[in-house]
């Protein structure tokens, strides 16, 4: 990170001709110009520190932080991996994102959309439809095998659909339709939905059994915070930020079996924040196997070839 190191060293050099005293009267006198110059020049480099740390999130991240601002957490749960009881609904609770439930409620992206947008499919609405008709039928034929006025007139009254305490609500005047693409991807990513390839899918198993993703979130794709780290989070496996951290497989398997990379170590800016970070990177050197190195590595790849193509 050369840049980052010479920001760095400009800082130290502003707060070192700050700090000192200087004689006005002596040989030793500094112009105000000169001081002027290298406070500014600190206070620039600084700006500079501070704005590359800022994480660049990927489209999942965003939906994450999206949809904890829109309250989805409160009722999937947590990253949306367990929902709160809803009394009347068929399993009892609302459905998590997680765990496989999803193929139950969507068959393809475009309902993820009308979920988020709706508050329900449009195949699910015309079901709805359809069996409310149908009880209609049903209380009509009841009600002729009825002689009596009285009970001719109770059973004829329609039956409503049963309505939850918990209903998923339509947020089509909420969010913009960029901000429904990062929903999407983030709904994708926690319930581990699309096609993957069986090398890429062998990948994220053993990536799971490893608790890979406790840290680097669900499918390894939206990361975990972690105080006084650089960017002040535990990146994802894909993105900007990831791509600094990952120049190829060598250092992604560095990564894995070491917790760290010789160009980060060598790097003094780089080495103050990866050691000051409360979470560091674990060492699976003796504890993973040649196989499961293989696998998690080409699953990351494959997400990472993924993000270019999206982009």
């Known amino acids: 990170m050369p840049v980052e190191r010479a920001a760095f060293v400009l800082a130290l050099l502003a707060r070192r001709f700050y700090n000192a005293r200087v004689d006005i009267s ?6 105000a110009l000169m001081l002027a110059a290298l406070a500014l020049g600190g206070l620039a480099a600084w700006g500079f520190l501070n704005y590359k740390r800022d994480p660049a999130l990927t489209a999942e991240q965003r939906g994450h932080v999206l949809a904890e601002q829109l309250g989805c957490h409160g009722c999937h749960g947590p990253r949306g991996t367990g929902g709160v009881p809803n009394p009347g609904s068929r399993d009892g609770e609302v459905p998590s994102w997680d765990g496989g439930s999803a193929m139950m409620f969507v068959q393809n992206e475009d309902e993820i959309r009308e979920w988020i947008m709706d508050g329900r499919p449009w195949r699910l609405v015309l079901q709805d439809s359809l069996a409310a008709r149908h009880r209609g039928d049903a209380n009509t034929r009841l009600r002729d095998s009825f002689p009596g006025p009285e009970e001719a007139s109770f059973h004829a009254r329609p039956v409503p659909p049963a309505r939850l305490p918990l209903e998923m609500p339509a947020y089509k005047h909420v969010v913009s339709e960029a901000q429904l693409e990062d929903l999407v991807a983030y ?3 926690v319930a581990d939905y699309g096609e993957m ?3 890429a899918r062998a990948g994220y198993r053993a ?3 490893m608790g890979c993703f406790g840290c680097h979130g669900p499918g390894g794709l939206i990361g975990a915070g972690n105080a006084r780290a650089f960017k002040g989070y535990i990146p994802p496996w894909r993105g900007a930020d990831f791509a600094d951290l990952v120049k190829n497989d060598d250092e992604l398997r560095s990564w894995i079996l070491d917790g760290g990379i010789p160009r980060i170590n060598e790097n003094r800016l780089a080495r103050y924040f ?10 699976y050197r003796g504890v993973m196997t040649d196989s499961t190195l293989i696998d998690i590595t080409r699953y990351i790849r494959w997400l990472s070839s993924e993000n270019a193509r999206a982009e």
């Open 187 to 189: 709904f994708k990513a």
């Open 207 to 209: 990536a799971r059994a």
């Open 274 to 283: 990866l050691k000051r970070q409360a979470v560091r990177m674990p060492a």
């Open 197 to 199: 390839p069986d090398d």
């Open 26 to 31: 002596g040989q030793a006198r500094v112009s």
